[in-house]
């Protein structure tokens, strides 16, 4: 840092120190920038732009054509279709999940809440296989929903439905509960209680996990 000198009522110089500027670096700093954007590039960059390069060897045409095949189409209604409707079912069942979590006990609750975070450690390709036996040719249920939409459906999920839990159920430990008294003393039915009280308090939350939800990693 740099100093200064200014006089003070004795006569004598003082050194002020002057602030080093808010967006210098210091060595370790930019070390670890210079880590993370070498091993980003490896990771997202170089290969995004080796892909763009490839396929763009024969033109933007070949782009279009891409855009405007007819399986393209398709498999963009189903992503954007079956994220509309995993998101609509997780909003509901998320939520009642949460619900149960912060508001009942019963044996077994903790083993429960473990098991919704289960999803968020498991890698995909894992999560894929255990789908199949569940639901595959050899499915141990006897239901067989392998290569259809209902298996994209089930997939999505299962791997969302912990972002509308987690999401929602600290919002509702922090909710107060004299709020919901006070709406009974007022002659609220259970009904009206829910509907009116609690879950206004909780639209920001269950809004941000819908949000979540549907742009989460597929």
């Known amino acids: 840092m740099s100093t200064a000198t200014a006089s003070v009522a004795g006569g004598r110089p003082a050194r002020v120190r002057r602030s080093a500027s808010r967006h210098s670096l210091t060595r370790g700093s930019a070390l670890g920038l210079g880590v993370m954007m070498v091993w980003f590039s490896l990771l997202v960059l170089i290969p995004l732009a080796a892909v763009v390069a490839t396929a763009g060897e024969n033109g933007w045409g070949t782009f279009k054509d891409a855009l405007t095949n007819e399986q393209t189409l398709n498999a963009l209604k189903l992503t954007v279709f079956s994220s509309i409707g995993v998101t609509a079912v ?115 939350a269950i809004l941000t996990a819908s949000s979540v939800s549907a742009i989460s990693p597929r």
């Open 90 to 204: 997780n909003i509901v069942m998320g939520t009642i999940i949460a619900w149960v979590l912060v508001r009942d006990r019963f044996p077994g609750k903790a083993l429960l809440d473990l098991v919704i975070d289960i999803p968020f450690a498991m890698p995909t390709i894992v999560a894929g296989l255990v789908l199949l036996s569940l639901y595959g040719p050899e499915s141990p249920l006897g239901v067989e929903v392998n290569n259809t939409r209902k298996a994209v459906f089930l997939a999505l999920a299962f791997v969302t439905v912990p972002f509308v839990v987690r999401t929602v159920q600290p919002v509702l430990q922090d909710f107060d509960r004299e709020v919901e008294e006070a709406s009974a003393t007022l002659g609220a039915t259970r009904r009206q209680t829910i509907f009116r009280v609690v879950l206004p308090a909780l639209s920001p």
